[in-house]
């Protein structure tokens, strides 16, 4: 009589089982890099050069994920950084943490909202990241908590003591001065890592609200009647994005980096500017107090008319001071090296005439 026997399933394809599944559960648990205000100007170009490098296991979270974020293979976390809850979901399994969330404005009325998030946010992040086993944390700030001056004769680096009293006037860089504080105190400690950025103004292609170029778009619309007494300091955001990326690889706990490429005088920008539109730059050239008194006037009345100003006091205010930077210590120790600032300069141009001038 023939005796038959059940087939067995061959063991390779068991082992080839196991090993599939050990690798879902490897990928599963390998930690996680954290974007907050991953969708913004210097966010976009963040995201893109880490996705480059090829980074993996990405969460970008912002209070809208658009869908290049998801076609990109990329975590999209919609919430609030003010949230507590929202903050919680965002550092779960995560080691990295990018913290560039915010806001940009020069109204006093934001006053309040840029507070909470810039500090009371912040404070939530750092928090909820000491809590969950972050180890690292690169943190937006701006050049402005440190690096301005009411001339031009000198040229501060990360040492220059904090123009608090210069800085309190406004409100964007009072909150972003504290920030810095909130984050210090919040996430130190032995295994903990946080490294402060400082970048100058952002300039180039990308910035979809205007939050940083809208300097170039008002001197291209010829909304920019005077030349101030100012200085500036700007890099590109490309360029500000590769440092970031360099800071969470070896920039020093509990340090800052100033980024800046150029620190050219006003009159001096808007010459490059003239050259590269065709838009002749303002030939007027006001002392400072006449500048910002007039300014004032000038809202002043529209405000009493509830109508919107053609000025804004506050930038004209700031554009009598010099915001003039030394990058070495970025330069010696992140390897940052900007490109030209004409090369900034041409392509925020193209950008901005392309999308926001027909």
Known sequence: MAITTKKRAPRKSAKKSASKKSRTLAK???????????????????????????????????????????????????????????????????????????????ERDDARQMNDIHVNGTRLLCEAAKAGGVKSIVLASTSGTIAVTENGDVMPDETW?????????????????????????????????????????LLGPGDERLSSTKVVLDFMARKINAVPSGGLSFVDARDAARAFIAAMRKGKAGERYLLGSANWTF?????????????????????????????????????????????????????????YLDNSKASNELDFDPRDPAETLQATVAYVRENFLH
């Open 28 to 106: 599963q648990a390998e930690p996680k890099i954290l974007i907050t205000g991953g969708t913004g100007f210097l966010g976009i170009h963040l995201v893109g050069q880490l996705v480059e490098s090829g980074a993996k296991n990405l969460r970008v979270m912002a209070t809208s994920i658009p869908d290049w974020i998801r076609e990109m293979g990329i975590e999209g976390l919609e919430g609030s950084i003010t949230n507590v809850d929202d903050v919680a979901r965002a550092v779960e399994d995560v080691k990295e943490v990018y913290h560039l969330a915010g806001k940009v404005s020069r």
């Open 267 to 323: 009159k001096k920008f808007f010459g490059r500017l003239e050259r590269l539109t065709k838009t002749p730059a303002p030939l007027l050239s006001l002392p400072k107090k006449i500048t910002v008194a007039g300014a004032q006037f000038v809202d002043s009345l529209f405000r009493q008319w509830n109508m919107a100003s053609p000025v804004e006091p506050e930038a004209v205010e700031m554009a009598e001071y010099f915001w």
């Open 161 to 201: 003591p904090p123009p608090v009293d210069i800085i309190s006037r406004w409100p964007y860089y009072a909150s972003k001065f504290y920030q810095e504080r909130v984050a210090l105190e919040h996430f130190s400690g032995r295994g903990l890592r946080l490294v402060i950025m400082n970048p100058s103004l």
